[in-house]
């Protein structure tokens, strides 16, 4: 099957997202980034299985929980590209609230194909001073021995980590 760009973009964001729902495996985290992911992930699956929110309030705190772990503006200025930098801020501003609600639509839709999942953090790369690779493989139940490969890029920014970049089997979201 031939992926478009729209499709793909949309697929690696929605698989990178909810990567970060999925259970992590019971292996210690060795990197301040790899624990990063890791707690993380934990903390979205606790809104993810709270039996007592809602649908929506599960949405809704999932959205705000992922916007805190993304550096969802740095993403979307880097998927506008080259015209970011001549475009009037007001156009990159509505840019950015549109990429926004672009990937939380994207999260939202596919909320419900998701469980039983694990993310195993299998190690990380420092790509540079601050700037870490996280590699994790994403394992199904339901498909023993087939893994998709999920990796993030942690930066640490005067102390806060925050993904910057996910990618899904080799592709990039930003």
Excluded: C
């Excluded at 992926?3 to 973009?9: E, Q, Y």
Aim: hydrophobic content about 45%; cysteine-free; aromatic content about 8%.
């Amino acid at each position: 099957m031939r992926l478009n760009a729209p499709t793909l973009s949309r697929r690696l964001f929605a698989s990178a997202a909810f990567a970060l729902a999925l259970g992590l495996s019971a292996a210690q985290a060795a990197t301040p980034a790899e624990t990063y992911i890791g707690d993380n992930v934990q903390k979205g699956l606790a809104i993810l299985n709270n039996p007592s929110l809602s649908v929506a309030d599960k949405q809704a705190q999932f959205q705000s929980f992922l916007e805190s772990l993304t550096d969802i503006h740095r993403i979307a200025v880097f998927t506008l590209g080259p015209a970011a930098v001549s475009a009037p801020p007001a156009d990159v501003d509505a840019f950015v609230q549109a990429f926004r609600g672009y990937a939380a639509a994207v999260y939202q839709e596919q909320l419900a194909h998701y469980s039983g999942q694990t993310l195993k953090v299998t190690g990380s790369i420092q790509h540079a001073p601050g700037d870490v690779i996280v590699q994790t493989v994403v394992q199904d139940p339901n498909e023993p021995g087939r893994g998709d490969e999920v990796d993030f890029r942690v930066a640490d920014t005067n102390g806060k980590m925050q993904v910057i970049d996910a990618s899904v089997s080799g592709v990039w979201l930003a």
